[in-house]
């Protein structure tokens, strides 16, 4: 017969799921997601399929449920942001987009200074030919970090200044194109940067993207990636409370990879992106 | 009959839906269906159009209710304020403060003012260059010292021209700050001190989520601020942070950007932002 002890076992074992536990918790982090400026479809999409995994019981015995589900979130958000691979360090011409006041320039100054700390010596080009001062912002910044300028003033075809950066930056050094701020959508300025990615041929073309950005992250993450298409993404301003949710449409719309983050607006203050850390502050 | 509360729970969800994907903070969507939710209760509506409309009208009415905090007009409070009037501009990095005051500026003094700017961001790069050129452009004196000088210096300097020359405004460009920043923060803090502005003015990026709320809260608690400019709303967005800030810290929206030219500034209408959510 059965003992009273396997009996106790068995009831032990079995975790029937407490569905209203789980809504609870999805509802958790739905808000967590939203609050995060995670897109609403893919929050939605992201919240639906824990759900879908929490109710198959595949919950491990012992697991708090609140626990298991984060995991399963948190697989889930890894997944779309694709394991981290090594940022290679060697030449390259880097073109770097996006909407307007993001931190593009900054950002130029901050990738100049790091690939010189390793060793390969960079040019800023300063194509930004829309923008008051904006020159003069890259050239200061270029002189900060002790990095090669190039400009063209009075020059008011981006793609000219684009080609003879190119042409004037020294063999072997990596060469940063600064782009004006842009719409995605506009038309006029996704020609122009058409024709400034055909005229400086880059092996990069990085999306500079504020983590404060809400909804319009992903159709603008995709409207680019379509015009010149993306190799990465830099998550800027992580130093304040955005969250930077809209990188993960950033990312599932263009297949790029956030490579960087930037904490701050000094030069040295650009991180090499951690998946583990931005999902933890993500979910809150 | 009542409006079902299962079929209200569906229709808000909707409607929740919608209201998020056009920039409207969380914290503020749920505000907005405890509101509608409050409003429709127990009323004696038909389902279909009638709902529809209820739904819609009490939406609306209660959007409406927000973003017509106690307007600020402008020229009135030009007329009667302190000579020279001063008007302080700050967010945070990239929302586009320094455009916004130079379209201001362009607007001012083509109402006949005498508009002097303070160059105060003395710590980006290019950042005083900028102003220089606007300036140059609108013909209007900017105020600067050397990159790095005392913010609060700076303002202060430029007051001080304007009230020698009788000019009777001063426009006031602050860097860029994460209010998260305590240092900056408490630099702001000594350019209000030192310059008691006669409006501080918070110019908010139209393209961020979330974040608008908390920025707008601890800008408003740390600084205080009279007035918002809502910037970029040129851009593919509904425009859902105009409610965010709006629902979060009761303060009126003076000004819209929608460009990047001198014209690109107008005057917030809350009839405009409606058409726009609702479209
Ligand atoms: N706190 C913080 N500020 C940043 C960061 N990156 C850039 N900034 C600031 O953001 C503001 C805008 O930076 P820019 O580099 O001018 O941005 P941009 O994309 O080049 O702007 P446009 O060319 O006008 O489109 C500046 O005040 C920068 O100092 C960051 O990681 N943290
Ligand atoms: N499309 C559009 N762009 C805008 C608007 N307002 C500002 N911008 C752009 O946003 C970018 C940043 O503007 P700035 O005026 O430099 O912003 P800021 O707040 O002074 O930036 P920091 O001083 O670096 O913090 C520039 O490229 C501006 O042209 C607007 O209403 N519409
Ligand atoms: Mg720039
Ligand atoms: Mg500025």
Redesign the pocket.
Known sequence: GKSLRSILAKIAKSSTIDAALVDEVVKDLQRALLQADVNVQLALDLTKRVRTRAMEGKIPTGANLRDYLVRVIYEEICAILGTTKPYAIKPKRIMLV??????????AGKLARYYQKKGVHTTLVAA?IH?PA?VD?LEQLSKKVHAGFYAHRGELRAEVIAREGRASAPQGDTILL?T??RSAIDPDLIAEIKRCKQAFEPEEVLL?LDAAMGQLAGRSAAAFHEAVGLTGVIL?????SAKGGGALSAVAQSGAPILFV????HMD?LEHFETTRFVSRLLG | TAIKEKTLDDVLGDLEIVLLESDVAFEVVQKIQARVREELKGKKIKWGEEASAAIEHALRSYIRTELSLKPIDLEKSLAAGPKPYTILFLGV??SGKTTSLAKLAHRLSKQGHGVVIAAADTF?AGAIEQLEVHGERLGIRVVRQKEGADPAAVAFDAVQHASKRHSDVVLIDT??R?HTNENLIEEAKKIRRVVHPSLTLFVGDALSGNDMVEQAKLFNKELGFDGVILTKLDADVKGGAALSVASVVHKPILFVGLGQGYDDLKPFDIDWMLARIFA
């Open positions: 996006g909407l307007f006041g993001q931190g593009k320039t900054t950002t930004d923008r904006a912002q600064d004006a701020g500079v800027t301003k992580l130093d304040g930037g904490t701050g607006e203050e | 990095n990239g980006r860097a860029g994460q």
